[in-house]
């Protein structure tokens, strides 16, 4: 007898091992399903060329967020290769990230997408190999803190204002001055004392995501604030 329950513990044992197994293997193709059905939809809208528009969360995007007056800190272009969704970003190093990995970067999750409204005639397939090509010359180059207007490093609304314009000659944004923006509150003040002690480039060009974001030659194409 106490073979014979010992025999039934272990069948037992064994069927509860075996269910636990399935329902965890079940559980984890659900969540890819899921997952995978949440991304296709949220990126079936997107198109080669698109730029996207986040609110990332370092004191330095905080800054920006603050000289400039806009919520939008951070933005790249949208790539898409071989049916897979990258935002080509200035992040130190200029890179491709995965779109997924992208907007978990951004408060909240949450992004906007825009596109040229007459991205049919004057962003086609032939015309967006050559703003992509004009972008491969940056590939790797390490984060502009300091937004100079030189190629030598870059940031992320200068990539992408600068891939534009070198690859397809479309100004996205209005170029401005340092000075133009709205030096005055005192978490800007502290990251240019940091930056630039004494000597600030009042004059130096810049282009901010808020001007991109306001470009009268975009629409906007997806919102998830």
Known sequence: MLFFST????????????????????????????????????????????IIFQTSQSKQCTAVQIATRSIYSHC???????????????????KMTPFSEWIQHGKDSKYV?????????????????????????????SYDLYFGWSDEKIYCSELVWKIYKQGANIEVGKLQKLKEFDLSSKEV????????????????????????????????VKDTY
């Open 7 to 50: 025999f039934l513990s272990k069948q037992s044992r064994q069927k509860t091992s075996l269910f636990i197994l399935f329902s965890l293997t079940l559980l984890i193709l659900v969540y890819f399903f899921v997952s995978s059905s949440f991304t296709n939809k949220a990126t079936s809208d997107l198109q080669n060329g698109d």
């Open 189 to 220: 003040k502290a990251i240019i004392k940091e930056r630039y002690g004494d000597d600030i480039p009042l004059y130096e060009i810049v282009i901010s995501p808020k001007s991109i974001f306001d470009s009268e030659l975009l629409e906007t």
């Open 113 to 141: 997408v825009k596109r040229l409204k007459n991205a049919s005639t004057q962003l086609t397939p032939a015309i967006f190999s050559k703003v992509k090509a004009s972008g491969e010359k940056y590939k790797g180059k």
């Open 76 to 94: 790249g272009i949208i790539y898409i290769e071989k049916n897979k969704i990258y935002v080509y970003e200035a992040v130190g190093p200029v």
